[in-house]
């Protein structure tokens, strides 16, 4: 396996891997991901590709906004975390 390959199916993978752990937290992002694997909407209508996946990032975002007020210290601590790994992996 060549290495951008290998380093876009890592990238990929831990943006499921959030996305998962966001759904275990949040009911919203759950109800979401079943309604889009379902292809349900709440009307019933068919609705296009491109909506749904806006709406699923939509929902995302309000889900990372409402959990990083919940758990302010976490979040902060984190972002230092990937701070410091940044400045590691630089030099």
Do not use: N, Y
Not at 10 to 16: D, E, M, S, V, Y
Not at 69 to 90: D, G, K, T, W
């Amino acid at each position: 396996m060549r290495r951008p390959f290998a380093g876009g199916l890592t990238a990929i993978g831990g943006l499921c891997a959030l996305l998962v752990g966001l759904a275990l937290v949040d009911e919203r992002v759950r109800d979401r991901l079943a309604r889009l694997a379902s292809s349900r909407t709440a009307s019933g209508e068919i609705a296009s590709a491109g909506a749904k996946l806006q709406e699923l990032v939509e929902i995302v975002a309000l889900a990372v906004r409402d959990q990083s007020i919940e758990q302010a210290p976490l979040v902060i601590f984190s972002l230092a975390a990937i701070v410091l790994l940044l400045f590691m992996l630089r030099t």
